[in-house]
């Protein structure tokens, strides 16, 4: 059974920084792409960043870039989230996601999903 | 990279169909068929209902089906249910450097 676990959420000051982390099992986790996704309390949901299986390719949304770092260790079967920065307005429980890329091409095709954690930006 | 439009809601009778529809730009929907569909309830993870446009995954019910004409592509609900209420969004592939963009998300209502 395919299982994704979130963990590292929680209160943090504007400008503060913060790691999340998403423990996988079930899957050959070195295989595949991995994606992180974020909803803000009441709001829509927003894709935040993904990473080829070796680590090598990344990218990330707009409002991200230049201050969070995707990265996993596929020893551990785990894949990350480093937070840098932060500002109120990344508020938001974060999910990871099994992405699905293959043949050089991305799709969004999400099949499995944690729990998400929350990250809570405030002073 | 905007999102996607989508209407904030839609309602139907039980066993009516309701159509939500997904507007995208020549950047996205346009030009890839790498439209998705996600089904959320409240405080749970998003489901997988549609995918490539129209294939559904194995268990979700066939009266969820799927479609793309030009800048929009559309998620159809035949036979309502009770348990179909629920946030919809789609997301789709971007040639910008975001790679992957949601949709504003719609609520549906069962009457």
Do not use: H
């Not at chain 2, 507007?23 to 439209?35: L, W």
């Not at chain 2, 294939?55 to 036979?79: E, M, Q, Y």
Request: proline share 4%; glycine share 10%.
């Amino acid at each position: 059974e395919v299982q994704l676990v979130e963990s590292g959420g929680g209160l943090v000051q504007p400008g503060g920084s913060l790691r999340l982390s998403c423990a996988a099992s079930g899957f050959t986790f070195s295989s595949y792409w991995m994606t992180w996704v974020r909803q803000a309390p009441g709001k829509g949901l927003e894709w935040v960043a993904n990473i080829q299986q070796y680590g090598r390719d990344k990218f990330y949304v707009d409002s991200v870039r230049g201050r969070f770092t995707i990265s996993r260790d596929n020893a551990k079967n785990s894949l990350y989230l480093q937070m840098n920065t932060l500002r109120v307005e990344d508020t938001a429980v974060y999910y990871c996601a099994r992405d699905d890329c293959r043949g050089g091409n991305c799709y969004p095709n999400f099949e499995y999903w944690g729990q998400g954690t929350l990250v809570t930006v405030s002073s | 990279q905007s999102a996607l439009a989508q209407p904030p809601s839609v309602s139907g009778s039980l066993g009516q169909s309701v159509t939500i529809s997904c507007t995208g730009t020549s950047s996205d929907v346009v030009s890839y068929n790498r439209v998705s569909w996600y089904q959320q309830t409240p405080g749970t993870a998003p489901k997988l209902i549609i995918y490539e446009v129209s294939s559904r995954p194995s268990g979700v019910p066939d009266r969820f089906s799927g479609s793309k004409s030009g800048n929009t592509a559309s998620l159809t609900i035949s036979g309502l249910q009770a348990e179909d209420e629920a946030d919809y969004y789609c997301i789709s592939y971007t040639s910008s450097s975001t790679i992957y963009v949601f949709g504003t998300g719609t609520k549906v209502t069962v009457l």
